[in-house]
């Protein structure tokens, strides 16, 4: 498959609907895509200030500071210790680390890359570039043999379910058995709502409880975006097995993959400081806690979305047309569709949205 041969990038075709949403006299709510709508905080945003005399080439690797923010970070918010700086590797954001990996890893035609059944679109897309074969499957008993990369994704997007330390145990258990490489995409780890979570770090795939002290064959990606407001600043990470980080890095050095050096300092500063994704969070709690029962009073039932940013929710309807009745109350979503052809019932409602605007949603949804 070449690059010509991708799909019409799916988001294309919400645009009526949000056409007629933004028709609304109130205007429009657009819960659709999880772009963050907060401030960047003073800390990091100083910290991008004090770096912009940027004028040599940055380390692809990272500079000493991030990659020792990294390993503490882990330490810290994760409940990962031990890592060194060999294990882990700053990234370009986390899509294109997502869409690249089964690249850097030399997958290609007839090897299986497995992703969640409600799942981001780049697991499949990033398979497909390098003609390996993509399998939607959740259960490890259904992971075939030829499977070379099997993504999790946890807190996930779309769907907000989180993957226990007794699943991550078993889905690494399996992946052993097939030789397989599994990464955990766990951008949403901050934001754990239901309990659990609510009260206790979401695992990684790194957890000692999960590795046993063996992270062979295991990687967990992290991105900025969400719990610092960083989405513009394109700023993530990759972490585990050093002896799949090595090989990476060098491709990587040869792509020109390389953060740019303002953005590391920033990252640093981000990882070092926790009172504003304390606050993040508590603001997106907040919201939560006013859609979510505006929702289920207009009839939507909430599944998963124990964590994470968003709500899957369904009306019992596909989702086109629930975008439909949406868009008259000046609102938009995302459809299940976009996530895989298992939840065609199902729409994404994202919390990266004003305070007001949530407001506003929770009003035209009560009088719907």
């Known amino acids: 498959m070449s690059v010509h041969d991708l799909a019409d990038y799916p988001w294309d075709s919400v645009a009526?609907?949000?056409?007629?949403?933004?028709a609304h006299p109130d205007g429009i709510v657009d819960l659709s895509i999880g772009s963050p709508v907060d401030a960047t905080?003073?800390?990091?945003a100083d910290a991008l200030r004090a770096a912009t005399d940027a004028h040599a080439y940055p380390q692809t690797v990272g500079t000493p500071a991030l990659r020792a923010a990294i390993v503490d970070w882990y330490a810290r918010r994760r409940g990962v210790p031990g890592l060194t700086t060999d294990h882990v590797l700053p990234t370009v954001g986390s899509k294109e680390l997502v869409a690249l990996l089964p690249l850097l890893l030399g997958l290609g035609a007839g090897d299986v890359v497995v992703h969640p059944r409600a799942a981001y679109p780049s697991y499949?897309?990033?398979a497909r570039l390098v003609g390996a074969t993509p399998l939607a499957a959740d259960d490890p008993a259904d992971w075939p043999e030829g499977t070379r990369l099997v993504w999790l994704n946890s807190p996930g997007n779309p769907d907000g379910r989180v993957v226990d330390v007794s699943e991550l145990r078993a889905a690494v258990a399996r992946a052993r058995?097939?030789?397989?490489?599994?990464?955990?995409?766990?951008?949403y780890a901050e934001l754990g709502w239901d309990a659990p979570w609510a009260d206790a770090a979401v695992p990684s795939i790194l957890d000692p409880r999960v590795t046993r002290g063996d992270t062979s064959g295991l990687l967990s990606v992290y991105?900025?975006?969400k719990q610092s407001n960083l989405a513009g600043y394109r700023a993530a990470?990759?972490?585990?097995?050093?002896?799949?980080?090595a090989p990476m890095l060098t491709a990587r050095k040869h792509l020109g993959l390389m953060v740019p050096a303002p953005v590391q300092a920033a990252m640093a500063a981000a990882l070092g400081d926790d009172a504003h994704v304390d606050a993040q969070r508590e603001r997106y709690r907040a919201r939560r806690a006013l859609l979510r029962p505006a929702l289920e009073s207009a009839g939507f039932r909430i599944d998963h979305s124990e964590a994470g940013l968003y709500l899957w929710a369904t009306a019992g309807e596909d989702a086109w047309s629930t975008l439909d009745h949406l868009a008259d109350l000046g609102i938009l979503a995302g459809p299940g569709h976009f996530y895989g052809a298992h939840h065609p019932e199902h729409v994404r409602f994202s919390l990266t949205a004003p305070d007001e605007r949530i407001q506003a949603a929770a009003r035209r949804l009560a009088g719907s």
Request: proline residues 8%.
């Open 177 to 187: 058995e097939l030789g397989a490489v599994i990464a955990s995409d766990e951008c």
């Open 16 to 22: 009526p609907y949000a056409a007629r949403a933004r």
């Open 41 to 44: 905080p003073a800390v990091v």
């Open 237 to 245: 990470f990759i972490a585990g097995d050093p002896d799949l980080i």
């Open 124 to 126: 499949e897309v990033g």
């Open 223 to 225: 991105s900025l975006s």
